[in-house]
């Protein structure tokens, strides 16, 4: 929406300055100038936009709501950060993201772009995800991920952790947002299936709410591939949505062994670890 706006907007400079201009040969130069001088002008005040509403936000100060402008923000400028990065997604199973209520995401994780290409897809779930504490400090998505609820967490001490699990049941109970977690806890050298860290499934089992399984491939050759001037294919692919039913009486770690599986047998085993399938 935002790169169509500004290409629209440009569009209609180059006409205007070609029109005031009189008819002749100069329109060869004045049309892509005044496009080019205008989508430059329009990026530039974009970005300033996004960079002072985020100067705005104190990160000590805690969120109790999700705020809609900045929801907002990220819902404009995440398909202009793909576009520009050239990330072409093929999604799968979006259909059965549930229309209403609460949910628990569940995902593999590649890359820092993975909530990124989550919060495009799920747009209209007020989805916000459990996140490093390292995302504190990150430029422009530090301050955004904040104020649209992200919960950090202390993934050394279990103590902490628990309490970031508790906040995200509270959130859920409250209907505040829903909760995307990657249950593997990091981002694995070899971009392979690791087992989970199952405590997080609690959000589920306290909540009695539908858990979403997604996939997603590729996300970590983004960066390699757009310095190379190379689009990126990513898959992302809503396996199912487990209702309460289908998992009441389960533990979380019958549960996160349930999702586990349903993940591997998507991805296939050359995107599994093989000390995982061993």
Known sequence: MLLGGMTVLSV????SACISSGIGLHWLWVAPLSFLG??????VVAFLVLWISCLLVDQEKPQEHDSPYYRALADLYIPLILTVGQARVHTKGLEQTPKSGRFLLVCNHLHEAD?????KYFRKSQ???IGKQETKSMFLVGPLMHKI??????RENDREALKTILNCIRLIKEDEVSI???????????RKLHHFRSGVFKIATKTGVPIVVCTITNTNHIVKNFLHLKPTDIDLHLI??????EYAGMTTVELGDMVYHMMADDLGPDRVSQEEIS
């Open 127 to 129: 989805l916000t995800f």
């Open 38 to 43: 205008s989508f430059l002008g329009l990026a």
């Open 149 to 154: 609820m992200c919960q950090l967490v202390n």
């Open 240 to 245: 199912k949505t487990i209702q309460p039913e």
């Open 180 to 190: 995307g977690v990657f249950p593997e806890g990091y981002i694995k050298p070899d």
């Open 12 to 15: 209609l400079t180059a006409v």
């Open 115 to 119: 909530p990124v290409i989550l919060l």
